[in-house]
């Protein structure tokens, strides 16, 4: 087992979308698809999954969801997603503090031998 990180996982999806425009192509036409493949688990249907393609002129920054902090109340909305539990996992993968861990035994094991058919 080995944990990806949502950086590395960015990171691969950049450096693949510059390598293979197939993929590139999959990625900006189902990017929800092409991510759940990447990391072979079926994301949630509450799950959104939004690619932006850049321009000469433009570039977009992510400003990144922030958890509340241990003791903070939540908000209705937040109360909502979490009161059904967890769910939608598979096997042993989990989710945890924005990180996934990844089953070695398909290939995902490491940053460099994620593998995905577009």
Known sequence: MSDVSRGQILDLVVKFSLENPAYRAALLKDPKSVLA?????????????????????????????????????????????????????????????????????IGIGTAVEVHVSA
């Not at 509450?46 to 958890?67: F, G, Q, R, W």
């Not at 003791?71 to 997603?81: A, K, P």
């Open 37 to 105: 493949k990447q990391l072979n688990t079926e994301l949630p249907s509450n799950i959104t999954v939004k690619v932006l393609e850049e321009t000469a002129d433009t570039i977009y920054l992510i400003a990144p969801y922030i958890a509340p902090k241990e003791g903070d109340e939540l908000s209705d909305t937040d109360l909502e997603r979490v009161a059904g539990g967890k769910g939608g996992q598979k096997g042993d993968r989990t989710e945890n503090n924005n990180r996934y861990t990844c089953n070695d035994s």
